[in-house]
């Protein structure tokens, strides 16, 4: 067992290294058969990215004690899941984006096809990690499937989507404009909350704590990520701004305002955190995760 003693700025670095080195080996480019499959899956994987969602469960994991090196095989999972989830995204049946991290998207490099296949086997690549993880006991296996799947699934991050789609010919009121992004953008923040409960085996009275922090991160996560779509520039960015305007999407910045959206992107935040002083120990770092996640200028 180990005790979180970094600054969060030196965290968020040597985490970040650890993460990004892992990734590089779970997806290795060692197929002489269908290697452009491999090569287009690590073009979107090993990109320039922040790592928010295996920072998070490893950030959860490391407060309760546990080493991120019992944890990192699994924080990597959701970051395959997440690309997964932004190459299908950038689609021309989808969001039709031409740019994604300061690059062209994945399928204007390797084509529609390849571009499908590389989400697809991302997807199932994260389900292979989480089985075959030495430091896992098959009890905490199932969990995390279990949470994965749920969280990513029709009821999660895929219902999200279909009604973000749904939402560009009826748009929403507030309220169900919360709903969309909490499954759309929130649960998969909620899942690496999750997971690095899980991973801690942290008492159920202190995960519904955890839980509702992350639903807060969540939304508050997505409002300023719209007021960013507006705000920003493609140099700050890496894509087009006003994506979600051009695309005819409802967004928190567009319903509310900039401003006003930003009101309550910060009262969010501070929910989030409230909900971590009912925790019996130290939640510095998950407080500092969530201002930095939140308070992001790009």
């Given at each position: 067992?180990?005790?979180?003693?970094?600054?969060f700025?030196?965290?968020?670095?040597?985490?970040?290294?650890?993460?990004?080195?892992?990734?590089?080996?779970?997806?290795?480019?060692?197929?002489?058969?269908?290697?452009?499959?491999?090569?287009?899956?690590?073009?979107?994987?090993?990109s320039?990215?922040k790592r928010?969602r295996?920072?998070?469960a490893?950030a959860?994991?490391?407060?309760?004690?546990?080493?991120?090196?019992?944890?990192?095989?699994?924080?990597?999972?959701?970051?395959?899941?997440?690309?997964?989830?932004?190459?299908?995204?950038?689609?021309?049946?989808?969001d039709?984006?031409?740019?994604?991290?300061?690059?062209?998207?994945?399928?204007?490099?390797?084509?529609?096809?390849?571009?499908?296949?590389?989400?697809?086997?991302?997807?199932?690549?994260?389900?292979?990690?989480?089985?075959?993880?030495?430091?896992?006991?098959?009890?905490k296996?199932?969990?995390?499937?279990?949470?994965?799947?749920?969280?990513?699934?029709?009821?999660?991050?895929?219902?999200?989507?279909?009604?973000?789609?749904?939402?560009?010919t009826?748009?929403?009121?507030?309220?169900?404009?919360?709903?969309?992004?909490?499954?759309?953008?929130?649960?998969?923040?909620?899942?690496?909350?999750?997971?690095g409960?899980?991973?801690?085996?942290?008492?159920?009275?202190?995960?519904?704590?955890?839980e509702?922090?992350?639903?807060?991160?969540?939304?508050?996560?997505q409002?300023?990520?719209?007021?960013?779509?507006?705000?920003?520039?493609?140099?700050?960015?890496?894509k087009?701004?006003?994506?979600?305007?051009?695309?005819?999407?409802?967004?928190?910045?567009?319903?509310?305002?900039i401003?006003?959206?930003?009101?309550?992107?910060?009262?969010?935040?501070?929910?989030a955190?409230?909900?971590?002083?009912?925790?019996?120990?130290?939640?510095?770092?998950l407080?500092?995760?969530?201002?930095?996640?939140?308070?992001?200028?790009?």
């Amino acid at each position: 067992m180990m005790t979180v003693s970094l600054s969060f700025k030196d965290f968020y670095a040597a985490r970040k290294d650890a993460v990004d080195f892992r990734l590089r080996t779970l997806v290795p480019e060692n197929s002489p058969y269908h290697a452009s499959l491999f090569e287009a899956a690590r073009y979107s994987l090993l990109s320039s990215a922040k790592r928010l969602r295996p920072l998070l469960a490893l950030a959860v994991a490391e407060t309760y004690g546990v080493s991120h090196l019992q944890a990192v095989n699994a924080a990597c999972a959701l970051e395959l899941i997440h690309t997964y989830s932004l190459i299908h995204d950038d689609l021309p049946c989808m969001d039709d984006d031409d740019f994604r991290r300061g690059r062209p998207t994945l399928h204007k490099v390797f084509g529609e096809s390849t571009a499908l296949l590389a989400g697809d086997y991302l997807l199932t690549r994260a389900f292979e990690i989480i089985a075959k993880d030495p430091h896992l006991t098959s009890d905490k296996k199932v969990e995390l499937i279990q949470i994965l799947s749920e969280r990513a699934g029709g009821d999660g991050m895929i219902g999200g989507q279909v009604m973000d789609l749904e939402a560009e010919t009826a748009p929403p009121a507030l309220s169900l404009l919360e709903i969309i992004h909490a499954k759309k953008t929130g649960c998969m923040i909620l899942a690496a909350v999750e997971f690095g409960a899980c991973l801690a085996g942290s008492p159920p009275d202190e995960r519904t704590h955890l839980e509702a922090y992350a639903k807060e991160v969540g939304i508050a996560f997505q409002i300023i990520d719209d007021v960013l779509d507006e705000t920003g520039s493609f140099e700050e960015m890496g894509k087009k701004p006003h994506s979600d305007l051009n695309n005819h999407k409802t967004t928190f910045a567009t319903l509310l305002g900039i401003e006003e959206a930003k009101v309550r992107g910060a009262l969010h935040l501070e929910r989030a955190k409230a909900h971590l002083d009912n925790l019996p120990r130290d939640t510095t770092l998950l407080k500092q995760f969530a201002d930095f996640a939140v308070n992001r200028r790009y």
